[in-house]
């Protein structure tokens, strides 16, 4: 084998750099419809009622009004000058009602600062009379203003604005205010009792996926009958995967512990009883190829999870060259920047890689050559790195990339020249996700099978 090392970055793209499309997760979007819907809600129903309300309390206060001008207008169409006097000291201290002739030079402005005070005005001049005038402001002086006529004269009746109660404005914002915190409030807990059982469940799925079936169990126990009728059904489901698990683990071991036996039985008979040296060389090679594929079956049975801990990528990669150094078919390239360290399981990454060199050493020959050209280059992606491995072969049919990783599946005659259990890349994808990492396979535009590992940096 002959190998060259480049310690320059490589740039090209690759596919795990692609994530997928960030949405606003189920807690947020649930509390935020519910939030516009209970919000939306409140809005209708302050504005219904206080269409329904303005109508009443305006004719009310307008009542209220008439009457005090008519109980004041009367007080002073039939007193004295001197009887006069005192009742608008009267009013001005017990009813903080100021009485004050009107004259043509006085300016005022009208009170209609909203719809409710228009209301007030024109009840009040149905009631007083179409001389009757109300202001908001005479001569800047602010206050609540009816101006009404005795006989030939003419007077202003100033009072508090505070008589038709408090602002509406301000009391519809305090309303409005405190139904949208609690609508908020509400949103909030209804989204979460919504989006609990389903985070519970999503969590339970991601260990089972691991193969943490103890840690994937739900309660069985909850209020709600539908989430618990769920979590029944996936705990029967989790235990149901488990055994399984369970049995075909020491199905595939058992099986393959049964095996090594007759066959390591069967290799020093051949060894001893075939004369023939190529004969006994060709069946020595079969029984090892059986032999390996009992590890393979091994590994991909092997349930444990993976010790992470930083390892030197670099160190790695030289391990696993060596290890193939020796095949006269292949050639070596490689290119990554020094000093890389991966979070990682250092004897399952180095079986990773030497199971997609022998990979590429099997099935990328160049149709010219008949000899695999490889390419390893590893890159810095953020937190992660980024682990490439490609060969220059014809590469595979595309309806066929995406179940190469599936268990003895073997794709079309271009990749399948070697006799194999077909679980190479099954274990390479396994491996690699119980290091917490992701796995994929693309053609290269240029021909051959590239493999993408991402994993965290060390």
Do not use: C
Not at 6 to 29: K, Q, V
Not at 166 to 173: E, I, M, V, Y
Not at 214 to 226: F, I, M, N
Not at 370 to 388: C, E, N, P, T
């Amino acid at each position: 084998m002959k190998s060259s090392y480049n310690s320059s970055l490589e740039t090209g793209p690759a596919p795990l750099e692609a994530r997928p499309r960030r949405g606003i997760n189920l807690f947020w979007r649930t509390f935020f419809f519910l939030a516009l819907l209970l919000f939306g809600s409140i809005v209708a129903w302050l504005q219904t009622f206080r269409t329904l309300e303005t109508e009443p309390r305006a004719i009310q206060n307008a009542q209220q009004l008439a009457t005090l001008v008519n109980l004041t207008r009367a007080a002073l169409r039939y007193s004295d000058t001197i009887a006069r006097v005192s009742l608008i000291k009267t009013l001005a201290e017990e009813e903080h009602v100021r009485i004050t002739p009107r004259l043509v030079s006085d300016k005022f402005e009208p009170y209609i600062s909203d719809e409710f005070d228009v209301r007030i005005a024109e009840e009040l001049t149905d009631r007083l009379g179409k001389d009757t005038v109300v202001a908001s402001k005479v001569n800047e002086q602010q206050g609540l203003w009816i101006g009404f006529g005795i006989a030939d004269d003419s007077y202003w009746l100033q009072t508090d604005a505070s008589r038709l109660g408090p602002s509406r404005t301000s009391t519809w914002a305090i309303w409005l205010m405190t139904a949208a915190a609690l609508s908020l409030a509400g949103a909030a807990v209804i989204a979460r009792l919504i989006n609990q059982p389903l985070k519970q469940l999503s969590f339970a799925a991601s260990r089972m996926r691991d193969g943490d079936f103890d840690a994937s169990r739900l309660d069985e126990q909850v209020a709600t009958s539908e989430i618990r009728e769920v979590n029944i059904g996936f705990n029967r489901m989790a235990a149901q995967l488990s055994k399984i698990e369970q049995d075909r683990v020491v199905m595939l071991a058992g099986i393959s512990h049964d095996l090594r036996t007759p066959l390591a039985r069967l290799r020093l008979e051949t060894e001893m009883s075939v004369a023939d040296p190529d004969a006994r060389e060709h069946m020595a090679a079969d029984i090892a190829q059986l032999d390996a594929i009992i590890d393979k079956f091994l590994d991909y049975a092997r349930p444990e999870p993976a010790h992470l801990e930083p390892i030197s990528l670099n160190n790695l990669i030289d391990a696993a060259l060596y290890a193939v150094a020796e095949y006269p078919d292949m050639e070596v390239n490689v290119s990554m920047p020094p000093g890389l360290k991966v979070l990682a399981d250092q004897v399952d990454l180095s079986r990773v890689i030497a199971n997609l060199l022998e990979n590429s050493r099997r099935y990328g020959k160049s149709p010219n050559t008949g000899i695999a050209l490889v390419d390893v280059s590893a890159r810095i992606s953020d937190s992660w790195i980024i682990i490439k491995v490609r060969d220059h072969g014809k590469g595979v049919a595309p309806a066929v990339l995406p179940r190469l990783t599936n268990p003895f599946f073997r794709g079309d005659a271009a990749r399948t020249a070697a006799t194999g259990a077909g679980l190479g890349l099954a274990i390479a994808e396994k491996t690699v996700l119980r290091m917490g990492g992701l796995f994929s396979l693309s053609n290269t535009s240029s021909g051959g099978l590239a493999a993408h590992i991402k994993l965290r940096r060390g």
